[in-house]
């Protein structure tokens, strides 16, 4: 039988604009939310595009989001 030991959620986002993504992450950090931006790019429409590490359901994330 096997056992999840850690898992974690890849996504990648995108937003209208600067103040949309950060709105988004200050929502996270305050829920108290795990997760580890990886990567955020601001696209020549204004838009953002941000990949994001974040915990899946209640499962352990292991080193994932060190």
């Known amino acids: 039988m096997k056992r999840i030991q850690s898992a974690c959620l890849m996504q990648t986002s995108r937003f209208e604009d600067e103040a ?3 709105l988004y992450t200050d929502k996270l950090k305050k829920k108290g939310d795990s997760f580890k931006l990886i990567s955020s790019e601001v696209n020549s ?6 990949k994001i590490a974040m915990r899946y359901l209640n499962y352990e994330t292991g080193d994932y989001l060190d």
């Open 20 to 22: 949309d993504f950060k």
């Open 45 to 50: 429409d204004g838009s953002v595009t941000a």
